[in-house]
Nanobody
Framework: QAPLVESGGGSVQAGGSLTLSCAAS????????FRWFRQAPGKDREGLAT???????GYADFAMGRFTVSRDSAKNIFYFQIRDLTPEDSAMYYC?????????????????WGQGTQVTVSA
């Protein structure tokens, strides 16, 4: 399968916002869900947000209203906006799409992954 390509990361000051994009190319298997994760050095990869192919979105409990996930199905791109950034948001951010058209699993091996985009937040 063609890779997922993230973009939109970079360096930003605390209090700012970023919108990350993930170009999902030609996934003809109609993925069930589209997800965003992040991983900081020395920490586990954590899930941030999910949007399914019907447009229903869900967020990690710690999102506290700072995250928005969306999808442009016509362009095959999905997005992740994060607001009120803090240094604790500094991490590599990854997008992923489910290999299954029917299941949105917590098993990370059941996803296709992008290469990641770095977000660095300065105080």
């Amino acid at each position: 399968q063609a890779p997922l390509v993230e973009s939109g990361g970079g360096s930003v000051q605390a209090g700012g916002s970023l919108t990350l994009s993930c170009a999902a190319s030609q996934y003809t298997h109609d993925p069930r869900c589209f997800r965003w994760f992040r991983q900081a050095p020395g920490k586990d990869r954590e899930g941030l947000a999910t949007i399914n192919k019907y447009g229903t979105a869900g967020y990690a409990d710690f999102a506290m209203g700072r995250f928005t996930v969306s999808r442009d199905s016509a362009k095959n791109i999905f997005y992740f906006q994060i607001r009120d950034l803090t240094p604790e948001d500094s991490a590599m951010y990854y997008c992923a799409v489910s290999k299954s058209p029917d299941v949105c699993s917590n098993n990370l091996s059941t996803y296709y992954w992008g290469q990641g985009t770095q977000v660095t937040v300065s105080a």
